[in-house]
């Protein structure tokens, strides 16, 4: 990274920098914005997990600036009495002990606070830069945007939170947060990452390396194949906060059909139609499993139309590791578990994957052979 914001601050003519200062700041411009883009991508790895732990309802109330945790007894127990009144506690989490909840609490509160800390780090740093004068206009209004919407996801991820302490519209459904505002909140995230990182590129690479002409014409080449592929896998990983939103990942766990059939019967079951695409859990999982597959095939094209061009190695490194990933991420899905060709089951721990190693033996055990 250094050696290319060196050789960008030649300044050629015409070339418009959006750090000021010399390669020093350029380079330590950069080093924030990657430093943030990957506390963000640890953000949405931290939300994954507290969502598979079932933890993110623990905490019933929400404060812009954050709060202290319990510090004592009588703070546990009257945030476990708190819990105590929501639809999760009563219909899912029911006899759950004190003990219990504090890791499920830990593990919500660790997520708000992780966020919080992603406010410090990038507000402090931007003040620092603005001040030295480093920062040009265009460069300051990315990054308020950018700090703009990632205040704005501790509001998004609150109005989550909110809609699963509601009572579930029927006795029998499981509470849970609405499959559209988790998509709103991931789809945030992911905005805010690419955001960043995109930013940091143009920062401390305002220009593509130009040691051969070649090069600048196959990664134009690059560039227009590329751009269809990163949307269909926007769409993809948007699809999938469906099938999380909507539990959907638990209906179906054979592949490439779904239980008996390629194509389950139930899929156009709601009204209006279009509901089906967004809340049907059979649908939702359908559309997923195409869009993924699309994915794969689109990457793999990527890859086959650029074996030819002459671009730089680090582009044709790039594109063979995105397509390992591809491969590696379709091949990790696809390895679920199967105890019966038509298995809708939900595997669940005692309070709903309350443990994240409780979650991983549910799954795993009916592998597990004798001996082994």
Same mark, same amino acid.
């Given at each position: ?5 060196? &050789? ?16 020093r ?32 309802? /623990?905490?019933?109330? +929400?404060k812009?600036?954050?709060s ?9 127990? *009257? ?8 639809? #999760?506690y ?22 708000r ?13 931007? /003040? ?9 206009l ?5 990054l /308020?945007?950018?700090?703009?919407l990632?205040a ?5 991820g609150?109005?989550? &939170?909110?809609?699963?302490?509601? #009572?579930?519209?029927s006795?029998?459904? *499981?509470?849970?947060v609405?499959? %559209? ?11 805010? %990452?690419?955001?960043?990182? +995109? ?9 593509p !390396? ?5 090069? $600048?014409?196959?990664?134009?080449? $690059?560039k227009k194949?590329?751009l269809? $592929?990163?949307?269909?896998?926007g769409? =993809? ?8 939103? @909507?539990?959907?990942?638990?209906? %179906? @766990?054979t ?8 194509i389950?019967d139930?899929?156009? @079951? ?11 859990? /059979?649908?939702? *999982?359908?559309?997923?499993?195409i ?12 890859? +086959? ?16 590791s995105? $397509?390992?990933?591809?491969?590696l *991420?379709?091949?990790? =899905?696809?390895?679920? !578990? ?7 089951? %939900?595997?669940?721990s ?12 549910c799954?795993?055990?009916?592998h597990?052979?004798p001996?082994?």
């Amino acid at each position: 990274m250094s050696t290319a914001a060196a &050789v960008g601050m030649e300044n050629k003519e015409g070339l418009k920098l959006l750090v000021t200062g010399g390669p020093r700041a350029q380079k330590a411009v950069g080093i924030w914005l990657f430093g943030s883009a990957a506390w963000v991508f640890s953000m949405v790895i931290l939300g994954g997990i507290t969502r598979l732990t079932r933890s993110g309802l /623990s905490m019933t109330d +929400w404060k812009f600036t954050g709060s202290l945790p319990p510090l004592s007894d009588e703070e546990w127990l *009257q945030e476990f009495e708190k819990y105590k009144q929501s639809p #999760e506690y009563k219909r899912v989490n029911k006899g759950m002990s004190l003990e219990d909840f504090k890791f499920i609490y830990w593990m919500e509160y660790a997520h708000r606070m992780w966020g919080r800390g992603l406010g410090i780090i990038f507000a402090l740093p931007f /003040s620092y830069f603005l001040r030295k004068g480093y920062i040009t206009l265009r460069l300051g209004l990315k990054l /308020s945007a950018l700090f703009a919407l990632g205040a704005g996801q501790g509001l998004i991820g609150w109005w989550m &939170v909110k809609s699963g302490l509601e #009572e579930p519209p029927s006795e029998y459904a *499981q509470p849970r947060v609405s499959p %559209y505002r988790l998509t709103a909140h991931l789809t945030s995230a992911f905005v805010i %990452y690419t955001g960043l990182f +995109w930013t940091a590129l143009s920062v401390v690479m305002p220009e593509p !390396p130009a040691e051969s002409v070649a090069w $600048v014409r196959g990664a134009a080449k $690059v560039k227009k194949l590329a751009l269809p $592929v990163s949307f269909i896998v926007g769409i =993809t990983a948007v699809s999938g906060a469906f099938v999380a939103g @909507n539990d959907a990942g638990h209906a %179906y @766990n054979t592949f490439p059909k779904m239980g008996d059939t390629w194509i389950p019967d139930d899929i156009f @079951n709601m009204k209006p139609l279009i509901r089906n695409f967004f809340e049907n859990t /059979s649908m939702v *999982q359908l559309d997923h499993r195409i869009l993924a597959t699309t994915t794969l095939l689109s990457i793999g094209a990527l890859w +086959w139309s650029t074996r030819k061009l002459d671009i730089h190695p680090a582009i044709r490194s790039l594109i063979g590791s995105t $397509v390992g990933m591809a491969a590696l *991420q379709e091949s990790r =899905t696809h390895r679920l !578990p199967v105890n019966k060709p038509n298995n809708r089951h %939900y595997c669940r721990s005692p309070w709903g994957f309350q443990r994240f190693s409780r979650m991983c033996m549910c799954h795993l055990a009916p592998h597990i052979r004798p001996g082994r």
